[in-house]
């Protein structure tokens, strides 16, 4: 057995030293986890956990927030990995009811999601397959860094049932700012949180980053039509989109795809 601190917790969890049966609450851990060469360890997932596209295939016991407890006890995972944020209380309940659960920080910037996958690869015990893939992640995001006094100025919204932009300590403003953009909420504490249109009228983005539940013809017209109610017409020739939570997932693929696009519409 070995023992393995989580900083979260401020605590330690006793680990076989093969891993043998993972259950991933947090699409981001499951992402990992099959990127570091444990596929196959992973006996179920969230209804979310949809990269990389075998991970869909996975028996699914749960939401983003609830878990099928029962269906959780009979599988007697080595391990559950959760993340915090949306997922605080669902990691409280599991560990009250003596799970192994091994929560993962939010993404509050780039580099958080290449630690998570240091965190990810020490539970598994897989370090020399975690160092290579970080150092794979680090070494191909370097290649989309630009340094320049001029930044566009970038306003990113999500469709979560309403508007929902994203402040200073996100894994998103961070990208925008490391391929030489600027997120214009970046003096904003708050993580997420619901923008105020007339903000977003004064501080006059060059660029809206759109990214709804789903993109189709019909959807972007209606995107389109809904950002002009609320009175940022002059901004609709601005507008990019991105599919489902391309933006929103804190991955290793956030860093190979969403940088990557940052990269390319961002104009600098």
Do not use: W
Not at 47 to 70: C, D, Q
Not at 126 to 141: F, I, T, W
Not at 155 to 165: A, C, H, K, R, T
Not at 253 to 262: A, H, M, N, Q, Y
Request: overall charge neutral.
């Amino acid at each position: 057995m070995r023992r393995v601190y989580n900083e979260v917790l401020d605590d330690y969890l006793s680990l076989p030293d093969r891993v043998e049966r993972i259950i991933s609450l947090d699409p981001a851990a499951t992402e990992t986890l099959f990127m570091l060469g444990f596929g196959e360890k992973v006996i179920a997932t969230d209804a979310f956990s949809y990269r990389p596209s075998e991970a869909k295939r996975k028996l699914k016991i749960g939401s983003y927030t609830h878990v099928n407890l029962n269906l959780l006890e009979e599988l007697k995972p080595d391990i559950v990995f959760t993340t915090m944020g949306a997922q605080k209380e669902l990691t409280r309940k599991l560990i009250d009811r003596n799970f192994n659960v091994y929560p993962l920080g939010v993404a509050t910037s780039v580099s958080r999601i290449l630690n998570n996958v240091i965190l990810v690869s020490l539970v598994v015990n897989a370090h020399n397959v975690g160092r290579e893939l970080y150092q794979s992640l680090l070494l191909y995001l370097m290649g989309y860094r630009r340094l320049t006094n001029k930044r566009p100025k970038i306003y990113v919204e999500f469709d979560l049932g309403g508007p929902i932009s994203c402040g200073y300590a996100t894994h998103v403003s961070d990208a925008i700012n490391l391929v030489g953009g600027e997120n214009i909420f970046d003096d904003i504490s708050d993580a997420y949180f619901t923008p105020n249109d007339n903000d977003v009228i004064e501080r006059n983005p060059d660029l809206i980053v759109y990214e709804p539940k789903r993109l189709t013809d019909y959807e972007k017209e209606r995107i389109l039509n809904y950002i002009e109610k609320r009175g940022l017409g002059k901004f609709k020739e601005k507008v990019v989109f991105t599919v489902g939570d391309f933006l929103a997932h804190q991955g290793p693929s956030f860093i190979t795809d969403g940088v990557k696009f940052l990269h390319s519409v961002i104009p600098c």
